[in-house]
Structures are given as C-alpha cells and as structure tokens.
C-alpha cells in the first residue's frame, strides 16, 4: 500500500490515537451472550469486533481424523463481508485458513482434550468488524467462549501483538499502523506458565527489536488476561443468582 | 495449603491450593492444584472441590442416564445418552439368546430408557445394564452440571418434589429428567428454578415454598 508523503504514525512519541507506544487499546469482553452454543464470548478490543462461540465435545466426522487419543480441536475464523474497508468475498481464503490452522494449535495447547478422546471440539470466530490484530483478539475471545462452555482447560489464552511503526517498537497496532508500519509479531501465551502457544513475525526486525516487540506483546497479553479474568467472574457472579 | 476461600469463584488456570485433596475439574500441575474449569470452589479442611458450572456430560461408571435408542445392532443396541461418545447396550440385557432374536422386539429405535452405566471404557465408550422402559411422560433436558442440586443431598430435594407435585420422576445423570403425571408443569418449572439458582444457599426451602404457592393457586 501507498502511504501518503508526509505522513506519520508517531508524533512526539505519541501514535494516531494519542496512545504511548506500550499502551494497548480498550479491551471489553462480554461473556455467554449466544443461547445456542455451549459457551459464547463477544469482545471489542478498539475497533475491531468479535464473536466467538463453540459446542461441546461430539461425535468427529469425517470420521477419518478421529484421534483415540484425544479430541481434535477445530477453530474457524471467518471474517464478515462488512469487516472490512472494501467488502471482503465471503468464504474460507488463504488468510482466513492459515489463521483457522494457528488458533486451532493454539488452543488445543490450553484445552484437555485428552479428556474427550474421538471427539470434536468445535470454536467458531467470527470477525464483525476488523481493524488490525483480529487473530490475538479472536484467540482472546474463543478462550473465554471455552471457558464459558465449561471444557476443562490447563489455562485461559491470553494474546496480544506488538510492531514497529515509524522505527519504533509499539504494542497492539491498529489498522493505519498495520498497514503502514515496517513489522507485526502476533503473540499468544498460557499466562499462569508463561508457555507461548503462538508467535508469528511479518515484516523485519532486527535482534534486539525482536526482543522489545516481544517482550511489549507480553506484557500487553498479561493485560488482556486480567481482563479475560474480570470477565468471567463477573458471568459467574450474576449467574450465582441470588441468597448469597 | 489451600489459597482459596469457600465459595470463591475459580476459572480455567486458577491455582487453588499447593497439597491437600482434590475433586474433579481440577488437575495437579508443578505441585499446585489447578482448576481447570469456571465454577465454584468448597473448601473443606484439606480438601478443595470445584463446582462447575456448565459442561456438556461425561459418562460415568454408575450414573443412571436417560437414554434413547438410537439403532438395533446385532445382539445389541446403540444409545444415545447425552455426551460425545457412543453407549452400547448388551441384547441379552433383554433376552437370553440375544443372537437369534429381533431385539427390536424389545427396545426399538426411539425408544426411552434409563439405565446403568456398568463400564466405561479407555474411549469413554460406555456400556449399559438393566434398561427399564419409560413410557409416555415428557423429557427435559437440563445442564447436567446441576443435576446434583435437582437431586439434592440423599435425594431430599427430588423427594419433596415428587410428594408435593405426586409427579413421577426419573433423573439421568446426564441431564434428562423423565416426568409423568399431575402437576407436570409446576414440577418442571420448579426444576427450572433450581438450575437457575442452583449456587445460593437455602434452596430447597425456597423451592418448598414455591411448590406450596404454585399448588395452592391452581
């Protein structure tokens, strides 16, 4: 993409939005919206707008990739043709199954699916309105979805990115800075021990960037997982009922 | 020790306790105790449990489960039973010489039963004994989670139902209740209460009451 002379995506030290460089957006979580599914979460984390819902374990088809030894997680991420700038041509595309394939390991890390062997978990994303770091926010949004359904899980997924715009490193770009920025890392962790269940890179960066970026994407998913905790507990206490 | 206070809400990750006994829905990780579920935790002394709070149904062996035939095998029946994997029920649970018959003689496709969970195995594959028919009545379906608290500690609560509504009822621990005849809406909407409000203290009082107003009104 073009980018216009003159242009800048930081201005003393602050970025479009008037965020510091290790500042994430707002992220807000509502959980168990949808009746149907077995768990369900919606999440706006700046622009960007998701929905994530799953069933519980059931019988795999096709049959074939059955596992005896435990449950084949499947995730689809699926973008809506109004998330984006210019309608986006519904269906699966190359960019919407690379990302399927990295939140489906991604959570088959935090889930016990060797609880539930020959079945098939299914997590479904979709993205109602997109505006840069759709994969963190949905694998953010799917983990509480799981955890809402009650599918035991060793943690929650927490996730946040981290870029470099203008020569700098910054945390949880939005779209201006996606687009124009020089890199994207995309990180996932199990927050409780720390284990890191996705990392991606685009673009490039040298060493001792690629340490910042990391390291800011780290602390920015820590954030996000305190949120993801909020959230929970508070569906929980209105689903406590009342007499307490 | 313990790091939980009783009937604090948990979620998946949360470390409860490093040593001391454990229930389900919690798992042991680096010497901590780790819920691996959203619910609520009991402390008693040494020992934590988590309460679910949702989930789908895992068999068990011993549950008595509501069940629905699925298909006629040979010499024995597929069942459906709630949960991601298949029970079986073995023909001569029926009859004798379960090769030779027609077991659709007995239990055809459709058809209601309860009955035994007797084994489960490494696939979670479950078999099934003594079947008993349920015939006319409706069936529910509640989250299988709260079950126990429909069940009540030594069935108190699903006795005081049965006494004040004169319904029959058979609960399935897998989240179908069986009822059949008087007062079937007044039972089921008092079952819909306490899943409702299964997590709050002096339930079957509550749910006492809301039987003795409900039948008084009619």
Not at chain 2, 149 to 176: A, D, F, H, W, Y
Not at chain 2, 190 to 218: D, H, P
Request: glycine share 10%; with cysteine.
């Amino acid at each position: 993409m073009k980018r216009d002379e003159g242009m800048k995506l930081l201005e003393n030290g602050k970025r479009l939005d008037g965020r510091a460089l290790d500042e994430i957006r707002d992220v807000k979580i509502e959980v168990g919206i949808l009746k149907r599914a077995a768990g369900s979460a919606y999440l706006e984390w700046g622009n960007n707008k998701v929905l994530a819902g799953v069933y519980y374990p059931r019988e795999m088809h096709p049959k074939f990739m059955r596992d005896p030894t435990k449950a084949v997680l499947r995730c689809t991420y699926n973008m809506a043709p109004f998330s984006v700038d210019d309608r986006k041509r519904p269906g699966p595309d190359r960019r919407s199954q690379e990302i399927s394939k990295i939140l489906s390991e991604a959570l088959s890390s935090a889930v016990i699916i060797e609880d539930y062997p020959d079945a098939g978990i299914d997590v479904s994303v979709e993205i109602l309105q997109a505006d840069a770091g759709t994969r963190c926010a949905g694998l953010t949004a799917a983990s509480v979805a799981i955890a809402d359904a009650g599918i035991p899980m060793k943690d929650l997924v927490s996730s946040c990115a981290a870029g470099k715009i203008d020569g700098e490193i910054a945390v949880d770009l939005m779209k201006e800075e996606d687009n124009y920025g020089e890199s994207d890392v995309p990180l996932a962790i199990l927050p409780r021990k720390k284990e890191v269940v996705l990392l991606q890179m685009d673009g490039k960066l040298s060493r001792e960037e690629f340490k910042r970026a990391y390291k800011l994407a780290f602390d920015g998913a820590m954030k996000v997982y305190e949120i993801q905790k909020a959230a929970l507990l508070s569906s929980m206490n209105s689903v406590k009922g009342d007499g307490e | 020790m313990i790091d939980v206070k009783d009937r604090e809400l948990v979620f998946p990750g949360r470390i409860l306790g490093d040593g001391g006994g454990r229930g389900g829905d919690s798992f042991i990780d680096g010497g901590h105790i780790v819920s691996s579920v959203d619910g609520m935790v009991r402390v008693k002394g040494n020992r934590v449990d988590v309460i679910p709070f949702r989930g789908g149904y895992a068999p068990k062996e011993s549950d008595v489960v509501i069940g629905i035939i699925l298909q006629v095998l040979r010499g024995s029946w597929l069942v459906d039973i709630n949960s991601f994997s298949k029970a079986y029920m073995r023909g001569e649970e029926a009859t004798r010489d379960a090769l030779n018959s027609d077991l659709s003689r007995y239990f055809r496709v459709g058809d209601r039963i309860s009955a035994k969970i007797s084994e489960v195995n490494e696939l979670k594959s479950s078999q099934l004994i003594r079947p008993w028919r349920l015939e006319d009545g409706i069936i529910i379906e509640v989250n299988p989670k709260k079950i126990p608290r429909v069940v009540g500690k030594k069935r108190s609560m699903l006795n005081m139902i049965r006494e004040k509504t004169g319904c029959r009822i058979v609960v399935g621990q897998n989240g179908r209740i069986w009822l059949k005849g008087n007062n079937l809406e007044t039972a089921i909407k008092a079952i819909r209460k306490i899943e409702r409000e299964a997590q709050s203290r002096g339930l079957t009082n509550r749910v006492g009451e809301f039987l003795s107003n409900e039948l008084q009104s009619r």
